[in-house]
């Protein structure tokens, strides 16, 4: 048995007990949680019954680690490599609140030397959920592509402060992209170290229009990473005039607009596989379509290792949250009252008590 951070029913508190130590197979590799990261989805799958196939449950998505076994598929992973990676949302024995956790092994990496723990912790979720905005939903060119334009080509990220948008900023720039996002001012200069050309405050009111100047209405691509209202902020800010593109995470726009092309992106295995039980308006979908999903995620983390070991993307700030699992609840609280800007939530297990 293992520590691990449990719920035992709907909305109820986390406690720390024990739980049994998952056992590999097939292509899975276990690993040996040393810091795990806290995601909004971590809380609300408890708070909602999101995603959870039976109670108790051990749910948490974001780790970096050691490979402690492999399955016997596994082919790019051996016992004692440091990895991180994202956990099957939703999964038994997947959950990454716990010292011992499930992966999938060829959609895990291994941490360049140049990364912590702490700092490879950050990556997982985030670099995938911005990827698949940008390169699976949007079809623009990868870093590896990257384009050059005879005119700006704008991409509006709103919301660049959070652990999504900081990525979302680095993949763009990378990809040859104008970066315009928004956030509080005491956040402008850090999102311009990381790669955004134009910083708006997020509380200006008159941020639509100055979007719309600096791009002269010709917007096509924007990505809200903050809820419904500033969705529809973002689909303001776009063009009205020739068709474009909205991702959002965290709720759609509530008005009308005829030539945006809303995409409704959920976050880890849930965005490559569609899982039906998470957001509209995915439904349950073909063998082949999961399996072009995960060969994106594969790819995906093949180029994100030459872009870290290489130095030219940049982890998520981070702040360690005391008292290993059990000061996680706290991180919770902190992220439901929307109190945490700028950083990443963070927990070492072996500070469990």
């Given at each position: 048995m293992v520590k691990a951070l449990i719920a035992h029913k709907v909305g109820g508190e986390f406690q720390v007990g024990e739980w049994e130590k998952p056992v590999p197979k097939g292509n899975e590799i276990l690993i040996k949680n040393k810091v795990v990261a806290l995601n909004p989805v971590d809380w609300k799958q408890i708070k909602y019954n999101y995603a959870v196939p039976q109670w108790p449950f051990v749910v948490g998505a974001d780790t970096a680690g050691v490979v402690e076994a492999v399955g016997p598929?596994?082919?790019?992973?051996?016992?004692?490599?440091?990895?991180?990676?994202?956990?099957?949302?939703g999964v038994p024995n997947y959950g990454t609140y716990a010292e011992y956790s499930l992966l999938v092994g060829n959609l895990s990496a291994k941490i360049p030397p140049n990364l912590s723990f702490e700092e490879a912790a950050t990556i997982g979720l985030g670099t995938l959920t911005s990827a698949v905005v940008l390169y699976h939903e949007f079809k623009l060119s990868r870093p590896r592509e990257h384009q050059s334009f005879f005119r700006p080509e704008y991409f509006l990220i709103w919301g660049g402060?959070?652990?999504?948008?900081?990525?979302?900023i680095q993949l763009a720039k990378l990809s040859g992209y104008t970066v315009i996002t928004t956030a509080s001012p005491h956040q402008h200069a850090y999102l311009q170290e990381l790669g955004a050309d134009v910083v708006i405050d997020r509380s200006d009111p008159e941020a639509v229009t100055k979007i719309r100047e600096i791009t002269r209405g010709r917007l096509r691509y924007a990505y809200d990473t903050v809820s419904s209202a500033t969705a529809d902020l973002a689909a303001q800010a776009l063009d009205q005039e020739r068709e474009s593109h909205l991702a959002v995470i965290a709720g759609a726009p509530t008005g009308s607009y005829p030539k945006v092309k809303v995409h409704s992106v959920s976050t880890g295995f849930a965005v490559l596989e569609r899982r039906p039980y998470l957001t509209p308006p995915y439904h349950p979908i073909t063998t082949g379509c999961r399996e072009e999903g995960n060969s994106f995620g594969i790819s995906f983390y093949e180029e994100l290792g030459e872009l870290l070991t290489a130095g030219v993307l940049r982890p998520n700030r981070y702040e360690v949250l005391p008292n290993g699992l059990a000061g996680i609840?706290?991180?919770?609280?902190?992220?439901?009252?929307?109190?945490?800007s700028g950083v990443k939530l963070v927990v070492r297990v072996e500070e469990t008590p």
């Open positions: 598929d596994v082919k790019n992973l051996k016992p004692g490599d440091r990895v991180f990676s994202y956990a099957k949302i402060s959070s652990s999504t948008g900081n990525y979302a609840p706290e991180g919770h609280a902190r992220l439901a009252a929307g109190k945490v």
